[in-house]
């Protein structure tokens, strides 16, 4: 139940950094600073007055350009306005996001209208805020700009100035092109609102699913630490027990025949002689962990990765030895590795979601040679879904149930953040990991781990055999 409780207490932390980063979300907070909005709209502003200059002074072309420069004076000022009310950092509020993204969409149309309206070939920008808006706002607001994005480009394909050109020539734009147009910028819209709002969902859940193996790690590291606070510990007290020994030694010596103060005194020295003797003890384990505590051999590892889940009635099988393509003697001696957390736990949790999955066995092997060590770990359950094999890996997927879990709760389903944190701390120590399921007529799932040998064993120099 130890490794149950440890991961409770992971997700007990992971849940207050979430709540933690929630709160720089509320009330209706987005991930949009103001800087960035008003750099992106200076860039604009630069590209819309070059482009007007050289069209109209350039090209010789006609259109309202009075018109055109004051509508980019205008979004000009806004930034000024919006840099002089709010630092740069300022993180906007829901609300003034949107009506940021929305000017600009109005600002866009505005030019669009006088200029050509979708024969004007920059009538692509009118993606730009609505895939601003969404990576960075929540869907309603996005879902709302980029109907109002769709109904400017509707009215623009209706209604606009003609498109500039040269003096005394009319440019002749069949409808279909302009309907091709239309629905150019209409699907560019669409793909490019989901598209960026779905990387940036699976960057914020990839974010947060690595928050929480920091945490894994950081709590497993703290245990391990203890045994060296512990030896601190031991050192300091280690003066003031001696004080208070030979104080009482002196004073046991001056009783004159005070037999009660002479027992007591006698039983002071014997307690803190006994404490002298627990910090010495304590001291000793500190130094020895090097060779009893701080290495283990490749079973000894699994050993006590399985122990904790070997009473929830499952069996659990451990296999280990040399591959049948070791060749040489020392490609035959079992690997002795470090003590690593992150390892012991990505295995544990392995062997978990075996155990929960499995209808009545777990089976662990491990075989190794002179170039790699690999770990196997398979079921009899039911096996992995094949509609998310291929996705398993990838923080929140989760769709294997355990035999009779037949509620629906997503909370008690494995294989979702739990595995995410398993694989990655597996491949910080170097690991490639596979999955598939046991073949028909047989039902499991099988997970297999492969080790470049010299990068376990990169801080050993002992060998078992």
């Known amino acids: 139940m130890l490794k149950r409780n440890n991961q409770t207490d992971m997700e007990k932390n992971f849940a207050a950094a979430q709540d ?113 808006s969404a990576s960075t706002q929540f869907p309603r607001i996005t879902i709302h700009l980029g109907m109002l994005a769709i109904g400017c480009a509707t009215l623009l394909a209706m209604f606009h100035y003609p498109l ?45 699913a690595l928050a929480a193996a920091e ?9 391990s630490a203890l045994d060296g606070l512990a030896a601190a ?69 699994l050993d006590e990765a399985a122990e904790p889940h070997r009473k929830f009635g499952k069996g659990i099988t451990i296999n280990a030895g040399p591959s049948d393509d070791a060749k040489t003697e020392e490609g035959r001696l079992e690997p ?13 949790n392995l062997v978990e979601n075996a155990v929960d999955f499995a209808a009545s066995q777990v089976v662990i092997e491990a075989s190794w040679n002179e170039k790699i060590l690999k770990i196997v770990i398979s079921d009899n359950g039911p096996g992995f879904a094949m509609e998310i094999l291929d996705l398993l890996g990838e923080p929140y997927i989760s769709s294997r149930r355990p035999p009779g879990r037949e509620d629906g709760n997503e909370k008690e389903t494995g294989l979702g953040l739990g595995f995410f944190i398993a694989k990655t701390l597996l491949e910080r120590s170097g690991a490639m990991l596979k999955l598939k399921n046991t073949e028909p007529p047989a039902t499991g ?21």
């Open 20 to 132: 933690a980063r929630a709160s720089l979300t509320a009330p209706g907070r987005s991930h949009l600073r103001l800087g960035t909005i008003t750099r992106l709209r200076w860039i604009a502003v630069i590209g819309q007055t070059i482009t007007i200059a050289f069209l109209y002074w350039g090209l010789g072309f006609r259109f309202p350009v009075g018109w055109c420069l004051s509508l980019v004076a205008l979004s000009a000022w806004l930034n000024i306005i919006l840099r002089l009310v709010y630092p740069s950092s300022y993180r906007l509020i829901a609300s003034y996001a949107a009506l940021i993204l929305g000017f600009d969409i109005w600002h866009l149309t505005a030019l669009l209208y006088l200029t050509g309206g979708l024969h004007n070939p920059f009538a692509f920008l009118l993606l730009v805020p609505v895939t601003i």
């Open 164 to 208: 500039p050109w040269y003096p005394g020539e009319v440019p002749k734009i069949d409808k279909i092109y302009t309907f091709g147009q239309w629905m150019s910028v209409v699907v560019g819209i669409t793909f490019m609102a989901f598209y960026a709002w779905r990387i940036s969902r699976e960057t914020q859940d990839m974010s947060n």
């Open 215 to 223: 945490l894994v790690l950081a709590r497993e590291q703290k245990l």
């Open 233 to 301: 510990a031991a050192h300091e007290l280690g003066t003031p027990l001696s004080t208070i020994i030979l104080v009482a030694k002196e004073l046991r010596a001056q009783c004159d025949g005070k037999q009660d103060t002479a027992a007591d005194l006698d039983l002071m020295t014997s307690q803190a002689e006994r404490c002298q003797q627990i910090l010495a003890t304590l001291s000793r384990k500190r130094e020895e962990p090097d060779l009893v505590h701080s290495r283990l051999t490749i079973r000894e590892m």
């Open 336 to 348: 002795v590795i470090k003590r690593n957390p992150g390892l012991l736990y990505g295995i544990g």
């Open 445 to 465: 799932a099988i997970i297999t781990m492969i080790w470049p040998r010299e990068v376990l064993e990169a801080d050993t120099s002992i060998w078992h055999a």
